[in-house]
């Protein structure tokens, strides 16, 4: 096989899910904007409530997490795939969920940094130190680092089979933080991380009807962002293969 | 609106998608041109030698 990595072609769900996708995510984000400014609860009347504009961010900050952990969990499929079926044409899918998964990864990170330090403090500690200290945020930073290795180990590879082979190793990896992540804070009782959702949510961080029900929609808009992104990634992907094949063959004899 | 934190977290959030959907603006921009390269010379690969 020629150092074009296989692709296969386009499935006939793919082109209207992408198209759908985004009008979706159109429609989505300004109604979470609008939800989140004139519908959710004011809490600068809080008394709890160290940082009542940057709570706002409950409707951004969990939504990209498990909109990450989504991403990392088609990434963790089709890198099975690869290894288990040796077949390069699951390879593309997974680069293209890492790439977004990462960005909604970054997102996360951030939004959570700059929310903790706010409102988490240890005394004696510097608030990015008390942030950076919490099992649940050093969790989400291995496996922000590692699917940046798998981001970088792609790149400087050139052999199809063993970036693939290789990529899908860090892939099942970088998956493997998410359900890591759901656990620690629900495991360790030191955690200052709180859990609004599933089994051993925290009862004071739990989530009435109108916010849960905000919270419920921003995840669907990030999801209906994040399919978008990847379907969108992975034609570009085929257009890039495409090209290179087409140049492949008018080089040779 | 004393919260430097709540601009700084939204200006993260967007900031960052902005950049993404802007990298794969530019990359679809570049594949077009690409693509339109590859046509033109596909219909007059003479004229491409030459040149």
Known sequence: ?253 | MNEPTFFAAFAALFGILALYLLRIDRRAARLEQQLSNAAATVKNPDETESS
């Open chain 1, 1 to 253: 096989m020629s150092a074009v990595t296989q692709l296969a072609p386009e499935r006939p769900w793919e082109a209207p899910l992408r198209r759908w996708s985004l009008w979706g995510a159109l429609a989505a984000w300004p109604v979470l904007i609008y939800l989140t400014w004139f519908v959710a609860p004011d809490w600068s009347y809080a008394a709890d409530v160290t940082a009542p504009l940057t709570r706002k961010m409950l409707f951004f900050h969990p939504a990209s997490a498990w909109t990450t952990g989504i991403a990392y969990a088609v990434v963790f499929a089709y890198s099975v795939a690869v290894l288990n079926e040796r077949n390069l044409a699951y390879d593309a899918p997974a680069a293209a969920a890492a790439e977004v998964g990462w960005v909604f990864n970054t997102i996360a990170l951030a939004t959570g940094t700059i929310w903790g330090s706010v409102e988490w403090s240890r005394t004696g500690q510097h608030p990015l130190a008390t942030v950076y200290t919490e099992p649940k945020v050093l969790v989400v930073l291995v496996m922000w680092f590692t699917m940046s290795a798998y981001l970088l180990l792609r790149r400087s590879l050139d052999d199809p089979h063993k970036r693939a082979r290789l990529a899908a190793i860090f892939g099942i990896l970088g998956f493997a933080g998410a359900p890591l992540s759901f656990i620690t804070s629900r495991v360790l009782t030191r955690s200052l991380h709180p859990d609004i959702a599933g089994p051993g949510a925290n009862p004071d961080a739990a989530v009435d009807g109108t916010v849960g029900a905000i919270l419920g929609f921003s995840l669907l808009a990030f999801v209906l962002l994040f399919t978008h992104l990847w379907l969108q990634r992975l034609r570009l992907q085929r257009l890039e293969t495409a090209l290179a094949v087409g140049c492949a063959s008018q080089d040779s004899p």
